[in-house]
């Protein structure tokens, strides 16, 4: 059985539509705000794939079939301030490809390819609510350790780091 090829693309506009349909899948929408519209979801992620924010999305791609999205943010406040660190927020939004081991598979392969090699991040954040156990366990697989619990808005947050491998000599 071969396995099927990850690969991330640079979100694009005609992405909206699906991004909207992930949102609400009940797996997703638990997790995630729900968007009202189209419209709700361009006037948030517009700016950022025309590059007027500093978050950086991806469309996740199995077999060149876009499953997810993938986001890198900023690190805010509550990460602490680590030069050269950045957080990652990530969604398979399409239900026939969850339960089946791809998020630590996708989470580790968008770490090492997007954000230590191509944007020269040397840390990566990621802080999933507490009970969202399978993003956690995810996170864990591909190499995220915890760092500290938080709160935000009533809710507990799990703080989860990578970092990049040190070049062997």
Request: a negative charge; hydrophobic letters at 45%; aromatic letters at 12%.
């Amino acid at each position: 059985m071969t396995q099927s090829l990850i690969s991330f693309r640079l979100f694009r506009e005609e992405d909206f539509s699906r991004l909207l349909a992930w949102f609400r899948a009940p797996h997703v929408a638990r997790w995630w705000p729900v968007p009202e519209s189209d419209a709700a979801v361009a006037a948030k992620y517009l700016p950022r794939i025309r590059g007027e924010e500093s978050v950086y999305m991806y469309a996740i791609l199995l077999d060149a079939v876009p499953i997810g999205m993938a986001q890198i943010c900023p690190v805010d406040q509550l990460h602490g301030t680590i030069p050269a660190a950045c957080s990652l927020d990530l969604l398979i939004g399409d239900t026939s490809f969850i339960n089946r081991g791809l998020g630590p598979r996708v989470i580790d392969a968008f770490v090492v390819a997007e954000i230590f090699e191509h944007r020269g991040f040397s840390i990566c954040f990621a802080d999933p609510d507490e009970d969202n156990q399978r993003s956690v366990r995810a996170f864990e697989k591909a190499g995220f350790e915890l760092l500290r619990r938080f709160q935000r808005e009533g809710q507990t947050f799990l703080l989860l780091a990578r970092n990049c491998p040190k070049p062997s000599l």
